[in-house]
């Protein structure tokens, strides 16, 4: 389910929940084919650091280096979270994740897993700061050519009471 925060008739930010974490994956993949598919006429006219970005996101996922652990057991309904930069820090983030977070537990769900990156540092902060506990931590190779200090992948959850 989409969640969307708005402002003077502008989207401010959004959250998509899901019950169970493979309902998301499912629409992750069919966004990646659809957005392969409408940028594929254009992607060699694009900047030079666009296309190794891409490239490298694209041979990175499909060789599975973005994967981690399975904590779909406990924690089964996952979520993601996204508000303008010029918004964070005005409540529009937690209303959202309140919102989903409601939503999940009225569906049944014992937990929310979701992850991000040490990149993310207000994100880190954000989850924290609402009951999110950190559940896995890995580096990776991912950003080196722009970060070379290095990059964690982060796994939060928080369990819900759900009957």
């Given at each position: 389910?989409?969640?969307?925060?708005?402002?003077?008739?502008?989207?401010?930010?959004?959250?998509?929940?899901?019950?169970?974490?493979?309902?998301?994956?499912?629409?992750?993949?069919?966004?990646?084919?659809a957005?392969?598919?409408?940028?594929?006429?254009?992607?060699?006219?694009r900047?030079?650091?666009?296309?190794?970005?891409?490239?490298?996101?694209?041979?990175?996922?499909?060789?599975g280096?973005f994967?981690?652990?399975?904590?779909?057991?406990?924690?089964?309904?996952?979520?993601?979270i996204?508000?303008?930069?010029?918004?964070?820090?005005?409540g529009?983030?937690?209303?959202?994740?309140?919102?989903a977070?409601?939503?999940l537990?009225?569906?049944?769900?014992?937990?929310i897993?979701?992850?991000?990156?040490?990149?993310?540092?207000?994100?880190?902060?954000?989850?924290?700061?609402?009951g999110?506990?950190?559940l896995?931590?890995?580096?990776?190779?991912?950003?080196?050519?722009?970060?070379?200090?290095?990059?964690?992948?982060?796994?939060?959850?928080?369990?819900?009471?759900?009957?």
């Amino acid at each position: 389910r989409l969640f969307v925060a708005e402002s003077e008739s502008q989207a401010r930010g959004y959250v998509f929940a899901a019950p169970e974490a493979r309902l998301l994956r499912r629409h992750r993949l069919a966004g990646c084919a659809a957005r392969i598919a409408r940028e594929a006429p254009v992607f060699f006219f694009r900047p030079r650091a666009d296309r190794a970005f891409y490239l490298r996101y694209v041979s990175f996922a499909l060789r599975g280096k973005f994967s981690l652990p399975d904590f779909s057991a406990g924690y089964p309904a996952t979520l993601h979270i996204n508000i303008s930069p010029d918004c964070q820090g005005s409540g529009f983030g937690s209303a959202l994740l309140h919102e989903a977070e409601q939503y999940l537990w009225s569906r049944g769900a014992a937990g929310i897993h979701l992850s991000t990156t040490t990149l993310n540092r207000a994100a880190l902060k954000f989850y924290a700061a609402r009951g999110y506990e950190e559940l896995y931590s890995r580096q990776t190779r991912f950003y080196e050519p722009w970060e070379p200090g290095g990059v964690s992948l982060v796994l939060f959850g928080k369990k819900l009471c759900a009957g």
